[in-house]
Structure formats: C-alpha cells, structure tokens
C-alpha cells in the first residue's frame, strides 16, 4: 500500500527549480574533498517525530492527518513501517533512527512488549533487505511510561532499575540484530526536582554502574558499536544529570567511561542549555568525544524544546565547520529529530520539512568547507594567539616556566597591547562566504 501517493522520489534539480519536491542544494552525489554528499552528511529520519507524533501539544489535540492512523495496535505499527520505509525510499535517505516504543506499542508485561517488539524488528529487518536505508542507531524509551516518574538507572525504585536494565539489554540485542551504527541513552528523566528528597550520589553512582553493565552485555553478545549519551538541560526535569557536554564529559570520566561513550548532539539541547549548537560540538570535538547529531533548531522567542527542522543556514554553517574539522561524524550521522508545526498537518508536509533541512545543511556543508580551504577562520586564530609561538608565550604554551620566571619577565613590561578580536569582521567574512556560495549555485 502507498502512503504518500502524491509525491514521487525527491531528485536534485538545481537552485532555479520550482518544484516543491525537489533538492535545490543538496545532491547526494556532488564530491566534497573526494566524498559525497551523502556520505558526509549521512541524513538520518527520526521515527518517534516522523511516524508516531501527531501535532499533539499542551493545549490542543492532535491535527496531523497520517492514513496509516486508521489502524490500532500492532496492526498501525506494522502500518508505520510501511509508510517510513516508503518515505526513506522518496527521500533517498541512508539511515533512521527509533526508539523501542516508536516501533512498537507497550504490552501489559515486559514479555508481552518484547513480544511486540520482535515482531516489528523482523518485519523492520525484512524491508532493510531491499533498501538502502540502514540503522543509525536505536534506544529505549524510558521517560514516557509512569514508571520513570523518578526516573529510570537513577530511580530511587529498584525495581524501575531492573525494568530498565532489561529493557536497555533488549535495545542492544535489537541494534545487534539490525546491524545498527550506534546506540543513543538519552536520560529523559535522569535527574531530579528537588535536593529535599534526593541522594545525588547514589543516583550518579548507580547511573555509572548501569552504563558499564550496558558496556559489559555489549561485549558479550559481540554488538561492537560506539554508545551516544545525549546532553539536555532542564526539561522534562529541573536538574538533569546529563545536563551538557563539559558536564556528561565530567562525568564519564569520572566513572572511566570515556572508553566507550561520545556524546549524540542535538541543537535545540545546547541552546537550552545555554549554549550555541557549535560551542557544543567543539567542545565534543576537542575532547575526542563527538560521535553524532541530532539535527533541530529552537526558537529563541520559546523556552522549551520545540524540535523545529535546522533551516538557518548560518547555524548550519558553523556546524558543519566543527563536523568537518572532526573529520566527520563517523558511524554517526545528522538525524532530524525534528517534527513539522502543528499548523503542518498534511503528509506531503513531512517531505518539504526534510527537504528544507538537507538543502539547508547541504549548503552549510559547502560554506563550511570553502572557509577551511580559505583558512579564514584558522589564520586569524593562528595570528590571535601567535604570542605563544615564541619565547614566553611557548615556554608557556610547552609548560616549562614557572611562577618566579613569569614574575621576572612580568617586571620587565612596561606596556601590554591588545589586538582586536575582530567579531563583527569574522561575522561579516561568514556572510559574504555564504552569499558568494549561494550565488555561484545559481550560476
């Protein structure tokens, strides 16, 4: 059965089509530095907002109108494969990603949810054999269920944390059997609401333990594949314990767990964190630790986390600057975890919302690279700390001076000049290396 009967598979045409259903930016076999598109920036669907979500929010029902929503039960998830296979088909995209209860609906046991599961994974495997689309990575759901109220590794209920040690050992047999490239803990609710009634060291103390016994299960069923912990602040609770990358880099280190976890960033996260999208990948880049993306944007005039599809092209820009300084993600890719608006509501909207996101990487992608080619960003840096290329600054930079010779040298001064830092100059070369792209595609 078709789902998305109006709309044929998404072909690159060029900056000067006008047609809706079409890359205007991105072609997935255009080489950068001898890759493709498509391998660099490895597009990935998310199930829960493309496939399960309805438009519901605080407020209001549910406006999206999906055919395959006539169904109940398994049969809608079965319904739902269906559609998102047909969908990553039209996209021509190489991943997706899911969480369990995405895929398949809770059952009054754990047995009972497995059951379902399994059904789906195999209906899930069985379409994976024609198409190109393949597993970014998988998770378990463990925020939504009132069972998690106090969260799930850190609950103060030792049954919720044997709950959820088996649910995580299910996911990790499923992304074994899907031949997935990551696995993604996003610790909805692990964190807490108020000191009065928390143990903060016991709850860290057992989260460490969870993850290493997650570490431990991986060897032994031979799923050799990077772990992703995903940083949010705030929302669903006050304090969350993953909280950013410096933090959960903290804490993995910590615990000795740098070994096996990178961070999965998502860009609506950094900035409820307070953070620009690129400070948290640098700062993941830096450290060694960046694995994967998920692909969003907030709104700066909202306080929560509204998962808008990534169409500002500056933001996109500095994101693929920092990707491509890693070398690129890997075995991670750019998931769009992200849901069309309300106002939304129709099935071909899901295709112009992904649409609008690769073409707006894409560009991104070739603006960021033409400035690592230029240098424009590293020559200036590279002058703006050059002080500690000779004498003082590189017996410092190389940590062989000390308190009394600094002292020394310091009496020695007698002027200290500063040089500009040249924000709005570096903001105003980004702009124009932006324009200069878009126009010379229109050519």
């Known amino acids: 059965m078709a789902y998305f009967e109006s709309v044929n598979k998404i072909q690159f045409e060029g900056p000067r089509s006008n047609n809706p259903f079409a890359f205007k930016y991105y072609n997935p076999e255009e080489k950068i530095n001898g890759k493709t598109m498509e391998e660099i920036l490895r597009f ?5 907002h493309t496939f399960t979500a309805d438009g519901t929010d605080p407020f209001g029902v549910g406006t999206a109108i999906r055919s395959w929503d006539r169904y109940q039960g398994m049969d809608l998830a079965k319904a739902r494969v269906e559609a998102a296979f047909e969908l990553f088909e039209k996209l021509n995209v190489p991943f997706f990603a899911f969480h369990d209860v995405d895929i398949a609906p809770e059952g009054s046991t754990l047995k009972e949810t497995n059951e379902n599961q399994d059904e789906i994974v195999s209906m899930v495997k069985e379409y994976m054999k024609t198409s190109k689309t393949k597993l970014l990575w998988n998770t378990a759901n463990m925020f939504t269920n009132p069972r998690y109220t106090h969260g799930a590794a850190t609950s103060p209920n030792a049954d919720v944390f044997a709950y959820s040690a088996a649910k995580v050992k299910k996911g990790l047999e499923v992304a074994k059997e899907l031949g997935a490239q990551n696995y993604v803990f996003w610790g909805g609710r692990e964190g807490y609401e108020t000191l009065l009634n928390t143990d903060m060291k016991l709850e860290q103390d057992n989260l460490a333990r969870f993850f290493h016994m997650a570490v431990d299960y991986s060897k032994e069923i031979g799923l050799n594949v990077p772990f992703l912990i995903e940083p949010k602040p705030k929302e669903p609770t006050k304090h969350q314990y993953d909280f950013d990358v410096a933090t959960g880099l903290g804490f993995l280190q910590k615990y000795d767990l740098t070994d096996y976890f990178k961070f999965n960033i998502e860009a609506n996260h950094a900035t409820l964190a307070g953070h620009t999208f690129e400070h948290e990948l640098r700062t993941a880049r830096i450290n060694g630790m960046l694995g994967s993306v998920d692909a969003n944007q907030g709104d700066t005039l909202l306080g929560w986390d509204t998962d808008e599809f990534p169409t500002d092209l500056y933001t996109n820009t500095l994101a693929m600057y920092e990707i491509l300084k890693n070398g690129g993600l890997g075995s991670g890719g750019l998931n769009f975890d992200a849901k069309v608006r309300r106002g939304s509501f129709e ?3 899901l295709f112009h919302a992904h649409i609008a996101g690769m073409d707006a990487f894409a560009i991104g992608l070739k603006v960021a690279n033409k400035l690592i080619e230029d240098k424009v960003l590293d020559s200036f840096i590279e002058e703006r700390y050059s002080s500690y290329t000779t004498g003082i600054g590189l017996k410092i ?14 009496h020695q001064l007698t002027e200290i000049k500063n040089q500009s830092g040249r924000t709005e100059r570096l903001k105003a070369l980004i702009n124009q290396y932006l324009l200069e792209t878009l126009s010379s595609v229109r050519v």
């Open 44 to 48: 990935s669907v998310a199930y829960w």
């Open 397 to 410: 930079a190389e940590g062989k001076t000390n308190f009394h010779e600094l002292e020394e040298y310091a």
């Open 347 to 349: 099935p071909e909207d």
